[in-house]
């Protein structure tokens, strides 16, 4: 401990550098947390489905009526971001919500977990995953 020491009195630049370093990489990491708890993968959502989650679809109905989860419920993100209880099911449910790519399904999760749905997820990667891993649609 103490050549640590020393070695910061003889050289003060490094070891601000070290130090900037560590809190960037801590501020990364506790971010790309914070983002994890949101949203989750494939396979994570299928044993959420399996476990009785409400899969929401944020896309419209056009690309909802193309291919979706199965049980899936078609809710836009306009009508969840307006309505106070878009999905009107008990708040201590599970609910998975998807769009093409993401990044619409995430602030869905968002919306509903303000809304007071704190069990709300995004799919990773929204359809798109979904479809690379070979995962079943419905239309």
């Not at 959420?48 to 199965?70: M, S, Y």
């Not at 303000?114 to 479809?131: I, V």
Request: glycine share 10%; net charge positive.
């Amino acid at each position: 401990m103490g050549e640590i020491i020393a070695f910061a009195n003889t050289h003060p630049i490094l070891a601000s550098l070290v130090v900037g370093f560590l809190i960037a990489v801590l501020a990364y990491e506790v971010r790309l947390k914070a983002q994890g708890l949101l949203q989750i993968s494939t396979q994570m959502a299928v044993q959420l489905i399996n476990k009785g989650a409400v899969v929401v679809d944020v896309r419209p109905p056009e690309a909802f009526a193309g291919g979706h989860i199965l049980n899936a419920r078609n809710i836009p993100l306009t009508r969840i971001a307006t309505e106070p209880d878009p999905i009107k099911k008990k708040k201590d449910k599970l609910v998975l919500t998807v769009c093409d790519t993401g990044p619409v399904g995430r602030r869905a999760a968002e919306l509903l977990r303000k809304a007071g749905y704190g069990s709300s997820f995004s799919l990773q990667g929204g359809l798109g995953a979904w479809r690379g891993d070979s995962l079943p649609l419905v239309k």
